[in-house]
């Protein structure tokens, strides 16, 4: 049985894209070619040819260690990696929000209003 994906891009201007998914926002910024991406799993770059389909991708990133912990392992460490999980979601909300008024001023500008 298949699941169910879900992804969308918006471009707020040359270079600046909101993309949102089932797993949640991301932030992208780069060109064709070039880009870095954050997001909730951290912050991905990715460099290739384009047209070539070879890229190169290196992720830094959130880990809780949870895939890693034993099962004696203190709790402490899990609920600080989710705060920080949290914070960067919180940052990623409000770089989304500066760039979507960025794009609105930039179109009321080039509106003539």
Known sequence: MGNFRF?????????????????????????????????????????????????????????????SAHTDAPIEPLRQAAAHRIGGFIALALIVLVALAIGIAIGIASSGH
């Open 7 to 67: 992804y969308r891009r918006v471009n707020i201007f040359p270079g600046l894209a909101v993309n949102f998914s089932k797993s949640g926002p991301s932030l992208t910024l780069g060109m064709r070619g070039a880009h870095v991406t954050f997001g909730h799993r951290g912050v991905t770059r990715t460099v290739g040819l384009p047209g070539t389909g070879i890229y190169y991708t290196s992720r830094a990133g959130y880990h809780s260690g949870v895939h």
